[in-house]
């Protein structure tokens, strides 16, 4: 990504190369069963929808609450794994990269250059990670679209009837159906996500307005490259500013996801606005009192002993 973006390319090919630069990691990280962080949140709508089913007010407040501080603590553990498995790869990448070239992989202005956009107060951080929040959510509302989409017009069903099947076996075409039937929403989510986030910057070129993204994994990369190209980085100002840049686009990138994935399933029940307020003062109230709760599980005992307290 960060050669496609350097190589001065037309700004339609750029942000093509770009997004199917990301589009082919997210599909890779699919079929290997593994975590992109804080693409978590903007795929539980269908999950909030169905605890909003609950006729009872206070048993569903219950379970928006826990299910929320759920989400934190498996996106807070989803975002650690990935950015120390992105910082030491990217200094081992650079480490052979400067051992077979003789210098490192970016140069001292492109590596100031990274530690400038990461500022959460010199750059437009703290907008572009909001941008990515709902960027985030869109890729989840696409895949949700798809898989309604291939559900309701019988796709996996017309792949196992296909006549194509007298040439490569029944067999072999059920597979296939169930295949697509399983993947048909992470591909759709994972496809339009990395083109979304590659086209975005892009189209904010073109129009001239203040587009741009900000991810967390993708951006700590970003930063452990820089890092890897300036001596001294630990003990200087901009790298303690990047590092607030990356923290603060993982609570936006988290939290705007999730909202509209909250007020997607609440739409979709006429969940009243009140009761949304209500919920966001019993999320407060549950960080002011305990907030490792959002972080760290808590064990059986000291979550009964609080219930009996209430």
């Keep these: 990504k960060l050669k496609v973006t350097h190589s001065g390319l037309p700004l339609f090919i750029e942000g093509l190369l770009?997004?199917?630069?990301?589009?082919?990691?997210?599909?890779?990280?699919?079929?290997?069963?593994?975590?992109?962080?804080?693409?978590?949140?903007?795929?539980?709508?269908?999950?909030?929808?169905?605890?909003?089913?609950?006729?009872?007010?206070?048993e569903r407040l219950d379970s928006m609450v826990e299910f929320t501080i759920r989400i934190c603590r498996s996106q807070f553990a989803a975002a650690m794994?990935?950015?120390?498995?992105?910082?030491?790869?990217?200094?081992?990448?650079?480490?052979?990269?400067?051992?077979?070239?003789?210098?490192?992989y970016l140069g001292?202005?492109?590596?100031?250059?990274?530690?400038?956009?990461?500022?959460?107060?010199?750059?437009?951080?703290?907008?572009?990670?909001?941008?990515?929040?709902?960027?985030l959510w869109m890729a989840a509302m696409i895949g949700g679209?798809?898989?309604?989409?291939?559900?309701?017009?019988?796709?996996?069903?017309?792949?196992?009837d296909h006549r194509l099947g007298e040439r490569f076996g029944r067999k072999r075409m059920v597979r296939a159906a169930g295949i697509v039937s399983r993947n048909m929403s992470g591909w759709a989510t994972n496809i339009s996500l990395g083109f979304l986030l590659g086209l975005a910057p892009v189209m904010?070129?073109?129009?001239?307005?203040?587009?741009d993204v900000r991810h967390v994994t993708l951006s700590s990369g970003m930063l452990a490259f820089a890092c890897a190209g300036l001596r001294g980085w630990f003990s200087t100002g901009w790298f303690f500013w990047a590092l607030a840049g990356v923290a603060t686009m993982f609570v936006l990138n988290l939290a705007v996801s999730f909202?509209?994935?909250?007020?997607?399933?609440?739409?979709?029940y006429?969940?009243?606005?009140?009761?949304?307020?209500?919920?966001?003062?019993r999320l407060l109230?549950?960080?002011?009192?305990?907030?490792?709760?959002?972080?760290?599980?808590?064990?059986?005992?000291?979550?009964?002993k609080d219930e009996r307290k209430g």
């Design 145 to 160: 679209w798809m898989d309604n989409w291939a559900v309701y017009h019988r796709l996996p069903q017309a792949i196992a």
């Design 18 to 58: 770009s997004g199917l630069n990301y589009a082919a990691s997210f599909m890779v990280l699919h079929h290997l069963h593994l975590i992109l962080a804080t693409k978590q949140p903007a795929m539980t709508a269908a999950t909030l929808a169905r605890l909003l089913r609950s006729r009872n007010r206070t």
């Design 270 to 281: 006429d969940l009243a606005r009140r009761e949304l307020a209500v919920l966001g003062a």
């Design 81 to 104: 794994a990935n950015v120390s498995v992105v910082f030491i790869g990217a200094f081992l990448f650079n480490f052979f990269w400067r051992l077979a070239l003789g210098h490192n």
């Design 285 to 304: 109230r549950r960080f002011v009192q305990h907030p490792l709760d959002f972080i760290l599980p808590r064990k059986l005992e000291e979550e009964e």
């Design 108 to 135: 001292v202005r492109e590596a100031q250059d990274v530690f400038e956009t990461l500022s959460p107060v010199n750059s437009g951080t703290v907008f572009y990670a909001a941008l990515t929040g709902v960027i």
């Design 259 to 268: 909202f509209l994935s909250l007020y997607t399933a609440a739409r979709a």
């Design 204 to 211: 904010g070129q073109f129009l001239g307005l203040p587009i």
